[in-house]
């Protein structure tokens, strides 16, 4: 039994924020990870109840996606960026270039991409143009150059942001991925590396996290709008 408290909904286990789109823009998404399927559940039928816009839950696993799904219908589920969405937004006209250096970073791309697109931003999913054959990022320069902003997404060294951030005058959203051996400490290194590109002006956001990249966007996108 739930209970309605200033701004949030309170069902024993958890409190959905449900004043969070009136504030942002977006009602509170849910982190998947730690929850049983039904808290999922819950927590996203008091988000659908109390807003109007798209509901997400991330990093969903296959399993606990279908039980969701078959708690809560009207899901659409991207089994590798493990995203379940409701009420997906329409498109506007921000349009976002995803940019992964390497196919190992595809999970974390895909992460970015899928959100995005949740929340109404065209995508352009560019694959595989790490800086190891700067020739293939080079064949997608007009691509970079269309986009109202850009996510980049690099593990090893973390060396494709400050090569994109020179190329386009968009903003960047850098995200290092734990993908690499030993001396890349899980991410660390290609961290350290896109907070001191020497490319001005990059933003960066937490290791494996194409989740806050996309939320960075969105936040870019709804001030461009106004």
Known sequence: MSAAGPGFDDLGFARPDTDREARLGLPEVVYGPGKTAEQVAGVVASLLRANTGPVLATRIEAGVAEQVRAAVPGAEHDEQARLLTWRRAQPRAFRLAV????????????????????????????????????????????????????????????????????????????????????????????????????????????????????????????????
Not at 135 to 158: K, P, Y
Request: glycine letters at 12%; charged letters at 15%.
């Open 99 to 226: 940019v992964s250096a390497g196919t190992s970073d595809g999970p974390v791309a895909a992460e970015a991409a899928a959100v995005a697109e949740a929340v109404g931003l065209q995508v352009n999913r560019l694959r595989d143009v790490g800086v190891a054959g700067l020739h293939r990022l080079l064949a997608v320069r007009d691509e970079l150059a269309a986009a109202d902003a850009v996510v980049c997404v690099a593990g090893m060294e973390g060396a494709l942001p400050s090569v994109v951030g020179g190329l386009v005058g968009c903003p960047v959203i850098a995200v290092p991925t734990s993908v690499g051996y030993g001396a890349t400490f899980e991410g660390v290194t290609a961290l350290l590396a896109m907070l001191s590109s020497c490319a001005a002006g990059i933003s960066v956001v937490n290791i494996d996290s194409g989740f806050g990249a996309a939320m960075a966007a969105h936040r870019i996108a709804l001030r461009s709008r106004r």
